[in-house]
């Protein structure tokens, strides 16, 4: 699978590299909620630089869905990493239908950024 996570200072960090499947991608965030060790609700961080992952447009809305679905389990806001032009547009494109849903996603090009954005909330 090409999906794993980590913890990190009260983040669950979803690292993406090779294929997978959004399904994959739900179950390996349950996965690491379930094993969260801090106190309260973890920010999610999507780290994709490198998978070749890139959802057709019609997807984009179900991707936004699915965020909105943990939103119970994680703080509602939420960082996505990527290093190329395709899915940083389509990053905002999942952006824009998460903010109808209540939330909030930033794409970023620096994972330290990311971090530091998240780690404000």
């Not at 703080?75 to 849903?101: N, T």
């Amino acid at each position: 699978m090409g999906v794993s996570y980590l913890h990190e200072d009260g983040l669950l960090i979803l690292e993406c590299e090779g294929s997978f499947t959004l399904e994959e991608a739900r179950q390996v965030v349950k996965d690491g909620l379930k094993s969260f060790p801090g106190q309260g609700s973890p920010a999610l961080l999507i780290s994709d630089p490198s998978s070749p992952f890139a959802p057709p447009a019609e997807e984009v809305p179900y991707m936004a869905q699915s965020l909105a679905d943990t939103l119970p389990h994680i703080k509602p806001q939420v960082a996505l990493y990527v290093d190329s032009d395709v899915k940083f547009g389509i990053g905002r494109m999942i952006g824009i239908h998460c903010e109808e849903i209540g939330v909030n996603l930033r794409v970023f090009r620096d994972l330290q950024e990311a971090k530091d954005w998240l780690r404000q909330f």
